[in-house]
């Protein structure tokens, strides 16, 4: 008989692979990583793939585009996937569902490789997060207006949060582009025509969405809004100091200090070089100089194009290399190039494997840092923990991406970045009128309000029987709720564009009726000539689309005030109404909540204080121009063009008065390493509260090479109570009055300088003059970019304040 003999048994501790293991620095988890995988493995995660979430909570479904053949992703997934594109922003989903959706897409992608690795999901974000139900920001045009980047901040950090709480990683957002000539269709996209307001706002932008956890993306890097007559993919046509002084510092300010981690290039050649195969740009510059060690991804189909559009590729193969040597890392939206193509190429010997490691590097390092490579990584995004996962039909309408603090949070921007651009004195409508004709193709549209990326309009319109998913309230419906007591005639008079004049006796017969007219002007967003403003939708001139003008005319010619408003995505010449109109009020796509903050800026409930991010023409065919010009650019004795603004950058007033004075300088001379300090006071003297947006101009009066007669170098938002005045104090470093010089190199030249503190680029209300002197210095990217701000209250004199 055997007798039984209990045996001990030590328990066996998993063995974690390096690159699973968080206590590992993430070179060595990334490099083990690397080292272990297969060339099919490694070009896997170069790619994404576009997909569609499933509206019942199942897996994604490839996205069939147009420019592409369809993804088998059985074939695809065993090698594993860099990227998912858009699962909430091709269709329609409810929200909780789409998280289902892509959490157990995600689940499937890390059980079909052997790494377990799972996909970067990405999004637009460009006015919110585009997907159905999700808050409609105003568009980046109304965040320049706003000259406020700390509001900004805030907004960008409530969209990344929401992005985070259903499974995105990355967001593609924001554009830095430079506004150049304003008939291009993206003009609504950008954050306006000055790079130092674009720098500022755009890293606000960055640091919140970085500050939620996900990955922000600069874009178009670099040169988009350069091309040719303002023509979307358009060469660009500029000499290097236009684009190291102008189109590269907002990417630069991003770059050093937002902790932005990707960066998209742009569709366009510059002086015949693709940007996509530009190894100066995306790697000389971006990462040799200025240090950035994140991921670059190619704009939607961007390394085809250097084949289809660019022509410096003989085939797939030829274009994927390319990109990879100018430091292109993934191929977005979908599989091409980077597939069958490239893995080719690597076997041929014509693109070496270690252009491959390079980009796989850089792409596992970021999932590393979003905990993508941990051994206890979960599918589950916040938004779903807790809930019942296997009842869809319970999870559908549990998650808000559209509460009350995102609506106050949209609100308060659409509020900061209205710009009353003339007043007689009409406004406010604080007496309500007994009737108000509201006229115009923007009365009465709820998406009047929305840019081209938002989802209503970008996604949205091609499914007319799925509501829009958030509140849209139309200018009538808001003016109603405004003027409860007022009767108020809408007539269209016209569409948006279209020649039909059929509606303008009907127009003008209300306006003759009415105490006040309320002209609603401007676009209708859309994608490749769907609309008026927004990608693929340039305009050949700045005249307002359709009969719109002809239509105000119409309504000057009667006897009743007019107040032009604008919903609109680029500034548009006005004609006779920028001198005849009562007033006329400025929106860039202020967002859903923009039809409300219009009407309590004509009622008086909200005291304008947004600035002109873009100049308005005088006429529609002075293009392109903005205020950032040297003297041969504006108005000559030797021109019958006359580009002069009819309301230049940074204009906007406000129902309150400011005076500016007793202006100090600290130190009028400098060396050229130093800085100067100036000091001035600030009040209102009107009887309402208020915010004056103090703005700081350089003016370079002799510079060795030509320079733009003033550019913005600061500004500050300064509010003020009836009677309150601030002293502001500003230190600026000598180092903002460098250009690129005749060698190519940054310089800070010795000489006199004005420092003009403005209320606008044409209404300057205090100059300092001051002298730099020594050597010139040369400066590099580690140069100080901003002059420093104190805003301090100022005690009250006697029967001052309130």
Excluded at 716 to 732: H, I, K, M, W, Y
Excluded at 760 to 788: C, F, K, N, Q, W
Aim: with cysteine; proline share 8%.
């Amino acid at each position: 008989m055997t007798a039984n003999v209990a045996v001990e048994t030590t328990p066996v501790t998993p063995v974690i692979p390096v690159w699973n293991d968080p206590a590992h620095d993430t070179d060595t988890r990334v490099g083990a990583l690397i080292a272990a995988m297969t060339v099919e493995e490694k070009v896997a995660q170069l790619v994404g793939v576009w997909v569609g979430a499933s509206d019942e909570g199942g897996e994604v479904a490839p996205h069939q585009h147009e420019m592409e053949e369809p993804v088998d992703l059985d074939t695809l997934l065993p090698h594993g996937l860099g990227q998912l594109t858009r699962p909430f922003g091709t269709a329609p989903v409810d929200p909780a569902l789409g998280a289902l959706s892509l959490m157990r897409t995600q689940a499937r992608i890390a059980a079909a490789n052997r790494f377990a690795l799972p996909a970067v999901a990405h999004e637009e974000c460009l006015a919110g997060f585009a997907t159905w139900k999700a808050t409609a920001y105003p568009v980046p045009l109304s965040w320049g207006a706003t000259f406020n980047p700390a509001l900004v901040r805030r907004m960008a950090t409530a969209i990344g949060e929401d992005m985070r709480s259903v499974g995105i990683h990355q967001g593609l957002a924001p554009v830095l582009d430079v506004v150049r000539d304003a008939r291009w269709g993206r003009v609504e996209e950008t954050i306006g025509e000055d790079p130092y307001l674009v720098g500022t706002v755009a890293t606000a932008y960055v640091q919140g969405l970085e500050s939620a956890g996900v990955v922000a993306t600069l874009k178009h890097f670099a040169g988009y809004s350069a091309s040719r007559a303002g023509r979307n993919l358009a060469p660009v046509a500029m000499g290097p100091r236009e684009r190291a002084d102008v189109l590269l510092p907002p990417f630069e300010m991003a770059v050093r200090e937002s902790g932005a981690r990707s960066v998209m290039h742009a569709y366009t050649d510059t002086d015949g070089v693709p940007s996509a195969a530009d190894e100066e740009l995306l790697t000389g510059l971006l990462r040799d100089t200025w240090g950035f060690d994140g991921t670059v991804v190619a704009d939607y189909f961007g390394i085809a194009f250097l084949k289809t559009l660019h022509a410096v590729a003989g085939d797939w193969a030829e274009a994927a290399g390319t990109a990879l040597r100018a430091g292109v890392d993934v191929e977005l939206p979908t599989v091409k190039t980077f597939g069958a193509p490239l893995l080719e190429a690597v076997s041929a010997g014509r693109v070496p494997e270690t252009l491959i490691d390079r980009a796989l590097r850089r792409v596992l390092t970021q999932k590393a840092r979003l905990g993508l490579l941990d051994a206890g990584w979960s599918p589950l995004p916040p938004a779903l923990a807790g809930a019942d996962l296997d009842d869809p039909t319970a999870l559908r309408g549990t998650v808000d991406l559209d509460g009350d603090a995102n609506r106050r949070l949209a609100r308060e921007v659409a509020e900061q970045a209205i710009v009353l651009l003339a007043n007689d004195s009409t406004l406010p409508l604080s007496r309500p009128p007994r009737r108000i004709a509201l006229v115009g193709p923007n009365a009465d549209e709820p998406t009047a309000v929305l840019g081209c990326y938002s989802f209503p309009v970008h996604v949205g319109v091609r499914h007319p029987e799925v509501p829009a998913g958030i509140g849209l309230p139309t200018l009538r419906e808001a003016l109603r709720r405004e003027f409860p007591g007022t009767e108020i005639v809408t007539v269209r008079g016209a569409r948006v564009d279209g020649r039909d004049r059929s509606g303008f006796a009907e127009a003008v017969r209300a306006a003759e009726e009415a105490d006040i007219v309320i002209a609603a002007l401007g676009d209708r967003a859309g994608l490749f000539g769907r609309g008026t403003s927004g990608e693929g939708c340039d305009a050949d001139s700045l005249a307002l689309p359709g009969v719109q003008q002809e239509l105000l005319d119409a309504l000057l010619d009667t006897a009743t005030p007019v107040v032009a408003t604008l919903l609109a995505g680029r500034p548009y010449a006005l004609g006779r109404a920028a001198d005849e109109a009562a007033a006329i009020v400025q929106c860039f796509f202020p967002g859903q909540e923009g039809t409300g903050a219009l009407a309590g800026v004509l009622r008086g409930r909200i005291n304008p204080s947004g600035r002109l991010p873009v100049s308005v023409p005088r006429g529609p065919g002075a293009q392109p121009s903005t205020y950032l010009s040297p003297r041969l650019a504006q108005a000559t004795d030797v021109s019958s063009v006359d580009p002069t603004a009819a309301f230049a950058f940074g204009h906007g007033l406000s129902y309150t008065d400011f005076t500016w004075g007793d202006l100090t300088v600290a130190h009028r001379e400098s060396a050229t390493d130093g800085e100067f300090r100036l000091g001035f006071s600030v009040r209102n003297t009107g009887e309402r509260p208020g915010a004056e947006v103090v703005q700081l101009y350089l003016h370079d009066p002799v510079a060795s090479v030509v320079q733009p007669v003033q550019r913005l170098i600061g500004y500050a938002r300064v509010p003020l109570g009836p009677g309150e005045s601030s002293r502001v104090t500003v230190t600026v470093p000598a180092d903002l009055a460098s250009f690129t010089g005749r060698d190519g190199r940054r310089v800070v030249e010795p000489g006199e300088l004005e420092l003009r503190l403005a209320a606008s680029s044409t209404d300057p209300r205090l100059t300092a003059t001051v002298v730099l002197t020594g050597a010139p210095r040369h400066v590099d990217h580690t140069r100080r970019l901003h002059a420093a701000f104190t805003v301090t209250p100022e005690p009250s004199g006697p029967g001052q304040g309130r």
